[in-house]
């Protein structure tokens, strides 16, 4: 079985930082692309930000340019390194990965549960 598992939500001022964490474990080939979305109460997800496999990056607003996300194929993590946090940023932030579960299988995406990330004014 794959599993994804997010940390670091938390509860910050705004203007601070936090960090996220994506770890991969199970039944893994390859994980391929990777990404963070958030999602608010009612709404779509949405991307911030994506990494694929050789570490190119593309950020989404409202991220840009305060957001940094990092990979490590060997680990099979990710993180984002959220700065200058707004109270707009509060949402439930999801890490996605696209895996293949078996030797020059298809990619399939992989949800994790969800961090909550609430920014106070």
């Known amino acids: 079985q794959v599993q994804l598992v997010e940390s670091g939500g938390g509860l910050v001022q705004a203007g601070g930082s936090l960090r996220l964490s994506c770890v991969v474990s199970?039944?893994?080939?390859?994980?391929?692309?990777m990404g963070w979305y958030r999602q608010a109460p009612g709404k779509q997800r949405g991307l911030d930000a994506d990494?694929?496999?050789?570490?190119?990056?593309q950020y989404k607003e409202p991220a840009k340019g305060r957001f940094t996300i990092t990979s490590d194929n060997d680990k099979n993590t990710m993180t984002l390194q959220m700065d200058r946090l707004k109270p707009e940023d509060t949402d439930v932030y999801y890490c996605?990965?696209?895996?293949?579960?078996?030797?020059?299988?298809?990619?399939?995406?992989?949800w994790g549960q969800g961090t909550q990330v609430t920014v106070s004014s």
């Open positions: 990494i694929t496999r050789d570490g190119h990056a």
């Open positions: 996605k990965a696209k895996i293949t579960a078996v030797p020059d299988g298809d990619y399939d995406d992989y």
């Open positions: 199970g039944n893994v080939i390859i994980v391929g692309g």
